[in-house]
């Protein structure tokens, strides 16, 4: 079992940038793949980017390449999103996830097994 917070989300102004946290608990999370979504208002959730259990692999929507880092700390039992760059359609509620596998394909395919609250970010013009 993962039990999973966000923090780090709130008002930014376009370019600007935001570091999301997802800390979890139980001792799982260092064999787990975690992923972002978001769900924007009238809007299905997305998969925004996802980490392997190693940190060895990532991946990153197109919408998002090169302006968000997926990055995770087994030891803090934390993963991050770095986002920049930030533009009005990146408003969403974040969420973290995690998979019951340690692959990003458990993330990609499945999505996740265990979710956190969410956190919003919003981006004025």
């Known amino acids: 079992q993962v039990q999973l917070v966000e923090s780090g989300g709130g008002l930014v102004q376009e370019g600007g940038s935001l570091r999301l946290s997802c800390a979890a608990s139980?001792?799982?999370?260092?064999?787990?793949?975690m992923g972002w979504f978001r769900q924007a208002p009238g809007k299905e959730r997305e998969l925004v980017a996802a980490?392997?259990?190693?940190?060895?692999?990532?991946y990153y929507a197109e919408s998002v390449k090169g302006r968000f880092t997926i990055s995770r700390d087994n030891a803090q039992l934390t993963a991050y999103l770095h986002m920049s760059s930030l533009k009005p359609e990146d408003t969403a509620v974040y969420y973290c996830?995690?998979?019951?596998?340690?692959?990003?394909?458990?993330?990609?395919?499945?999505?996740?097994?265990?979710w956190g609250q969410g956190t919003q970010v919003t981006v004025s013009s």
């Open positions: 980490i392997s259990a190693t940190g060895g692999s990532t």
């Open positions: 996830a995690a998979s019951r596998g340690r692959s990003i394909s458990t993330i990609i395919s499945g999505g996740g097994d265990y």
């Open positions: 139980g001792r799982t999370f260092g064999s787990v793949a």
